[in-house]
């Protein structure tokens, strides 16, 4: 090996360990953010869930598409009758909850600033390695995380207690040929078709599937995300194409649903057309 190759060597392992250093600091403070816009979501979805619904139905980013302080307006402004009814509890609620909001947009904007640093000097770092090394097929890496986050939602639902198949049977669809799902399980004596979602496929892709599944299904959906943000967007975006549509959403994310068994494992369990919790 000549001198100038070890160089490149050396090099490369230099910006190999910066890089990995980087990625560390900004994953924490991409979780310090998204848990704080968390608090904020909770607290809308605390004080108007109805609301927060009505919000999803209107636009596919539904919460996400709302900057901190509008988040916090919002459950302020349906709070708004319980306090002028002078209701104790509810007064002390959206006191504490003006009052959280205030301090929330303020560690929000705080890890968003140390996020947007650590991302642009991961970015920087990342276009130097990019030059010393052949970038991996970016196809290929994608199917490879998809079949990973398919193979991880069957695991979590098996340990939740349901009878998975994957790959699955094809599916009749009515009137329009057949489907072929992530992967399916047994619920009543019943096979449901259900859908793993990380926000990848084109929208066009999942509108057409949601359709085909909506169809299989008799209007009752099932979704695994990996993670919470991949839920939340995708429920957003559920709620939007399914406008008027009585639904039955069942939703949970790997992240998540672990801990949880039979029924429990799904996070979210709605039936839009009466917006009551199953």
Known sequence: ??????????????????????????RAAEEREQETRRELER?????????????????????DGLPPRHVADLALAAATPLLRAGIPADVQRCLEAEARAADVERRLRAAQEQAAQAAAESGLLREQLH????????LACQSQARRAHVRAAADLLTAAGYAIRLPPDPLPVPGDGALLPDL??????????????????????REARWAACYA??????????PNRRALEALRS?????????????????VERGGAQKGELVWLVRRQTQQSSTI
């Open 1 to 26: 090996m000549n001198v100038e190759q070890q160089s490149q060597d050396v090099a490369l392992r230099q910006l190999q360990t910066l890089l990995e250093a980087q990625t560390r600091l900004r």
């Open 131 to 138: 030059a010393l090394q052949d970038a991996s097929d970016p």
């Open 43 to 63: 607290l809308a979805e605390g004080i108007c869930p109805q609301k927060v619904d009505e919000l999803r139905r209107l636009s596919p980013t539904g919460l």
């Open 237 to 253: 975006e559920v709620h939007y194409w399914a406008e008027t549509r009585p639904l039955v959403l069942w939703m949970t994310d």
């Open 184 to 205: 399916t399980l047994l619920l009543d004596g019943r096979t449901l078709a259900v859908e793993v979602e990380d926000g990848r496929r084109p929208l066009a892709e």
């Open 216 to 225: 299989v299904n008799g209007g009752h959906l099932c979704f695994v995300s």
